[in-house]
């Protein structure tokens, strides 16, 4: 995967596990459709949102290491939490937005495949009257 | 560079320009040529899939995620034959005559307004949906206003053989949604109006009533457009600006019009809104069925909010959704048990909330979300909660609250828990789809872009029709109000145009 390379790709490995802990079905393959629909998502952007996304995941583990003397993949997941929260938390506001941005890429690769659908129980139907109708 | 001449140019397709674009057709058959340049596609049936990821892809400017400067809110728009006609949920309110009361703009009455919202409530098929067909989402939303004695409505809907899809906002795909691409394009058309797809307007050229553009080659997405790819020059006697509230401000600034008219691209709102997910014990309908039968306008005049119903994919849902890991994969586990309710706040016409355009043309939204929408944003985050509480929700999610979840046996403390300390820009998800102002109507000071006729101050030829005309919001769903100003600016451009021709 080209948007993360080297290695960005096991520190946003361990973002997700973290982020989507508790969400059902992540596996390994599923990391790699995931990083499929999220790099045509990045394909279709500018490349300064490129640049910007991993800048953040490289504020991620630095900041790790200034917080906890350790980068992001080696903290145990109670610390990774807690660091993400200092970001979803901070008094800055570039900061907050930068984890906003991340979950949202996260989000969009996990939910925007069919397979997470069927275990969310997430069935629609074009005719969904049909159901109401009983 | 190809050349193409026009009477009249009509640029974008949806609310505005799709009723303009009907509105003149009859006079093609007087020898009056017009074309109707859209930037988007016009998608081919089978392409309304539904899927969340692609179809935002192929409908949104920036699939959805249009961010303001500051990055604290997305905007959506689409880009497509029938503009967001296309992919909004069919709700077709008449504005209220406090709203254009608030507006105050001379020559502009409730009662004209309403007389053409009429006209295309007839046109569209506006209709309240049967109760049969109204889900469980919508149900409970009713049920929980009722018991707290809160002022709720239906929402008539442009709607026709709808199948419930619930997938209103990816475009219907049965089309049963009664958007300009349905209704008014389609009859624009058969009268001889010529609808350019995948034509981008550049710019206007001021000095010879002429625009730059550009049409695009076939991606795959849509039919291809009726004109070769490349570069226009298209001439006009009238040219009427449509492309809704962020590209006809950023149009008309990079035509140089930004320093004539102080206001332009000002005063820009939006209903900046959040989206709180309850709960239930059981699995409900929310899905399937129309997503959004009923609103809530109690607080309109005291909090400057308003409620809605809603019903969102998974990834739209997810990413509403403050913190992350465990709880998040909780709630998330099981889309049957979810109920929606989106607030909206009713913001204020700032001359500082602005569409300006960075160097190379391209618009940027400058929105500053103040204290009085963070003010009604978290009073309609307690009480959308108090509402699926009272619904039978178990547990609440609210961007703004200190936990994940708020208990059933908690919601008497939703007004400690949901708490200006965790309302913070960045964290929560603030959306806007209700994009308005940027070249609003008024009395011909430095504080308006056109006059009551949505005619550009100093430019006789050049007019506006869509929400950018708003001087302020409109307190309800914009999409009538834009259709009815519309109409009142294809009036005065018919009545241009014929004073155009008997000058020739």
Redesign the interface.
Known sequence: MNTFPGALRPLFHALCL???????GFTEQEFESMCL?IED?MA??PACVKRRIKLFLNIINWTSFLRWGKGFVDLDPQHQ?GH?CWF??NSL?????G???L??FI??G???RKE??S????A??????????G | MREQRFNIAIIGSGAGGGAVAKELAPLVSQGVSIAVLEWGPKLREEEFTGNELEMAQKLYFDSGGFLTKDRTMTLAFARAYGGSTVVYTGTSLTILPQTVERWNIPGLTWQDLRRRSEKYKEENNVHLLEDDLINDNNRLFHEGCKKLNYHVEQFPLNIKGCQGSGMCNMGCPNAAKQGTHRVQLPAAEKQGVQVVTRCQVRRIDLSNRSLEAIVYPDDGIGHPSCWEPGNYRIAADIVVVAAGAVNSPALLLRSGLGERLPALGRYFTCHPALILVGEHARAITNYYGHPKSYFCDQFMESHRFLLETCMYFPFTTAKNLAGFGREHGALMSDMRRLQMILSLALDSAQPHNRVTIDKEGHPVVDYTIGGEVAQSLLQSMREAARIMFAAGAVRVHAPASGKFFIEAGEGGRVDDLISQKYFKPGRLSIAAGHLMGGCRMGAGDNSSVTDVNGQVYGLPWLFVADASLFPMCAEINPYLTIMALADRVAEAVAKRYGAVAAHA
């Open positions: 973290c982020v989507l802990a508790g969400s059902p629909i998502a279709a952007r939490a993400l979803e938390n506001v570039l900061l907050r937005q984890l906003w941005g979950k949202t989000y969009m996990y939910y925007g997470a659908h275990l969310i129980h997430y629609p139907l074009k005719k969904g009257n049909e159901v109401l109708l």
